[in-house]
């Protein structure tokens, strides 16, 4: 015999066929909804009011409305965008170099000790290197144009994805190995239905923090040597002492890194939903 739930019927004395209430959106449970636009609300009529009495110069400190009409400006202007495209297509060529190489060499590591004893001492060696410090270097070895800043744009996003790789992958259940080891899966299987599923959250972070450093290090690389890209946009504007289109190309560059951000974490809620809740923080 079919049953209701209680909750689906209607309530004594409600009228026919009228439908039991839902529960209710209160911004109570998430208070970010409006605590975020009203931090960002607060912080720009501060800035913009307290420049004003201040009489701050705007050489020194531009106000937001100077900002916004110098952003307006450079999006309606086609260089722009130009710049735009430059940095993205190096942000994400060497992004997707530096995760590649990391995920091949650092399940490489952690699946033969022997490798891991070799090598580790001199990637953590490599990796105390400023890699800022290796940008000028890479401009000479390979030149002004874009293979300089792919090759920055790897280096830098690859040693977050590197030891976050490594770290997920030994942060496998030992128990479920020793269960499936015992009846008689290979190294491959356990690597695919244990080892990957746990390292999964290890390499989003990876994936989060790498995606921002690739467009620091595209940027990073522009500004040593380029003629093009929103790392010498950034340089012109400043020779040329437009600090409210300085203060423009930031904001373009933030909401690059924020949308990469939110990417990331939504091919996680896709592909890793079940770490949702797992909080890793990345190298």
Same mark, same amino acid.
């Given at each position: 015999?079919?049953?209701?739930?209680?909750?689906?019927?209607?309530?004594?004395?409600?009228?026919?066929?009228?439908?039991?209430?839902?529960?209710?959106?209160?911004?109570?449970?998430?208070?970010?909804?409006?605590?975020?636009?009203?931090?960002?609300?607060?912080?720009?009529?501060?800035?913009?009011?307290?420049?004003?009495?201040?009489?701050?110069?705007?050489?020194?400190?531009?106000?937001?409305?100077?900002?916004?009409?110098?952003?307006?400006?450079?999006?309606?202007?086609?260089?722009?965008?130009?710049?735009?495209?430059?940095?993205?297509?190096?942000?994400?060529? $060497?992004?997707? !170099? =530096?995760?590649?190489? #990391?995920? @091949?060499?650092?399940?490489?590591?952690?699946? +033969?000790?022997?490798? /891991?004893?070799?090598?580790?001492?001199?990637?953590?060696?490599?990796?105390?290197?400023?890699?800022?410090?290796?940008?000028?270097?890479?401009?000479?070895?390979?030149?002004?144009?874009?293979?300089?800043?792919?090759?920055?744009?790897?280096?830098?996003?690859?040693?977050?994805?590197?030891?976050?790789?490594?770290?997920?992958?030994?942060?496998?259940?030992?128990?479920?190995?020793?269960?499936?080891?015992?009846?008689?899966?290979?190294?491959?299987?356990?690597?695919?239905?244990?080892?990957?599923?746990?390292?999964?959250?290890?390499?989003?972070? $990876?994936?989060? !923090? =790498?995606?921002?450093? #690739?467009? @620091?290090?595209?940027?990073?690389?522009?500004? +040593?040597?380029?003629? /093009?890209?929103?790392?010498?946009?950034?340089?012109?504007?400043?020779?040329?002492?437009?600090?409210?289109?300085?203060?423009?190309?930031?904001?373009?560059?933030?909401?690059?890194?924020?949308?990469?951000?939110?990417?990331?974490?939504?091919?996680?809620?896709?592909?890793?939903?079940?770490?949702?809740?797992?909080?890793?923080?990345?190298?």
């Amino acid at each position: 015999m079919a049953t209701t739930d209680v909750r689906d019927k209607p309530s004594p004395g409600a009228p026919p066929g009228q439908q039991p209430a839902r529960r209710r959106f209160d911004l109570r449970d998430r208070p970010q909804l409006w605590l975020v636009p009203t931090v960002f609300v607060v912080v720009v009529l501060a800035w913009e009011y307290g420049t004003q009495l201040l009489d701050v110069d705007e050489y020194v400190l531009p106000r937001p409305s100077q900002i916004a009409e110098a952003l307006h400006r450079q999006l309606t202007d086609d260089q722009f965008w130009g710049h735009f495209w430059v940095t993205t297509q190096e942000s994400l060529l $060497g992004f997707a !170099i =530096g995760v590649g190489a #990391a995920v @091949l060499l650092g399940t490489f590591i952690s699946q +033969i000790k022997v490798v /891991e004893a070799t090598l580790m001492p001199y990637i953590v060696a490599f990796q105390t290197v400023p890699k800022v410090a290796l940008a000028p270097l890479f401009v000479l070895w390979f030149g002004f144009g874009l293979t300089s800043k792919v090759v920055m744009a790897a280096v830098i996003s690859f040693f977050p994805m590197l030891v976050n790789v490594i770290e997920g992958l030994r942060a496998a259940d030992a128990d479920r190995i020793q269960m499936l080891t015992v009846f008689g899966a290979s190294r491959s299987q356990i690597f695919r239905m244990v080892r990957l599923p746990s390292a999964l959250p290890f390499i989003f972070a $990876g994936l989060d !923090i =790498g995606i921002v450093f #690739a467009i @620091l290090g595209a940027v990073v690389g522009e500004f +040593i040597g380029a003629k /093009e890209g929103l790392g010498y946009l950034l340089l012109q504007t400043n020779y040329n002492f437009d600090i409210a289109g300085m203060f423009a190309v930031l904001v373009v560059l933030s909401l690059m890194g924020l949308v990469a951000h939110f990417v990331i974490r939504l091919l996680q809620r896709r592909l890793a939903f079940w770490a949702e809740d797992t909080k890793v923080i990345g190298a």
